[in-house]
């Protein structure tokens, strides 16, 4: 954990920014796979970690942001936990560590919230994504289940957003930490790739090394030779000389700040010219990419630009024609293409993602597109120091895609579809780092940059 007054700062910088009545934070419980007590990994809800720091289940936090009083309700263990799960700290102690100090049990929650509502308090929450806390939404505040999302509190949520999207300089040291793994489990992956291995070994090679480093992936490891599939998540093929396989996965620190990097690489160890072709376009979109990130301008255009490149190298390889332009302006590229650039990671891989992606990647000024493939970018915004993102571009062959394309003459201008037949067995292609945007610049999370070029993931490989 931090130290105490990390979230103390926290608490109070969200609650002056809040006008009036209580905020309720629920932390996450136990979920079961297939029975009650045999349990999924526990996994902290991630607002309720950054300004109460407790990563224990079962937990909930109130901020009265008139009195400014701040309690955690929580039970203390019986001896019966103490029996199969051991001696805990108490409560009190627990809530002293995070710079709290009133503590309730949990049944105290809804008495709580029932004298705040009965005195015509406004009770903010966040909107909900596992069903424990929506039925606590339900029980307690009769918050209706088919419009949560929509009674949660924007201005609570804008204040969460507010805080988390700037990371501090504890937060960018987990962030490397994050990093450091992830490179760890991709360049392992890289290294121990060979043709007549299935799929399954590497992603239990790169988990293993995520758990042995930290808790565990951020986020179920996507790796397939059928990288056109955006995120594949089978992993019983084959290893086949002259397949690409994409490997997207990252780690998350015991404090669960989270990686996410995604390598291509040769599944026999070579790359041929018809791959090399495409992965130097991929490469020099992630590039330039990178070398935009910088305060003042917005992602959308590091997207706009990015794509761009995509689209002038599919033209130079004649899978695409006219301008490039106007093919970037028709959203031409997306059936490459069809995701966004990248998105904000902290806490969460895709940071934040349960508050909304409009209040996180976007604001008033600058508003999500409806276009095929620019819908999907996560985060159009101004860039501004302390943020932190993926730049992840791609280029991928689709069949069924392309099919429908070809047959509605959707972008027929702009594509040269006899020309994709000879790509349908090809895959996907996608290369994706981690950015820390810097007062004047950006730079690249972690110690060391995965090979990014066909020749450096060549030469690993051959090691
Ligand atoms: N974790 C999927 C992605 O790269 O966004
Ligand atoms: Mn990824
Ligand atoms: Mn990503």
Redesign the pocket.
Known sequence: MFSKEVYTNRRKALASGIKSGILLFLGNSEAGINYIDNTYRFRQDSSFLYFFGLDAPDLAAVIDVESGEEIIFGNDVTIDDIIWMGPQPAMMDKAASVGVNRVLPSDELGKYLDKAKSLGRKIHFLPPYRYHNRIQLFKMLGADFDNQRELASEEFIKGVVALREIKDKYEIAELDKAADIGYAMHYTAMRMAKAGMVEQELVGLMEGIAISHGTMPS?PI?LSQNGETLHNHTHHQILTEGRLLVM???AETNMHYAS???RTIPAGGKFTQKQKDIYNIVSAANDLATAMTKPGITYRSVHLAAVRVLAQGLINLGLMKGDVDEAVAAGAHALFMPHGLGHQMGLD?HDMEDLGEKYVGYDSEHIRATQFGLKSLRMGKMLRPGHVI?N?PGCYFIPALIEKWKNEGINKDFINFDKLADYYNFGGI?I?DDILVTENGCRLLGEKRLPNTPESVEAEMSK
Do not use: L
């Open positions: 986020f996507i997207d996965a990252g996410d990097f995604t891989v993926t992840e996608r994706e």
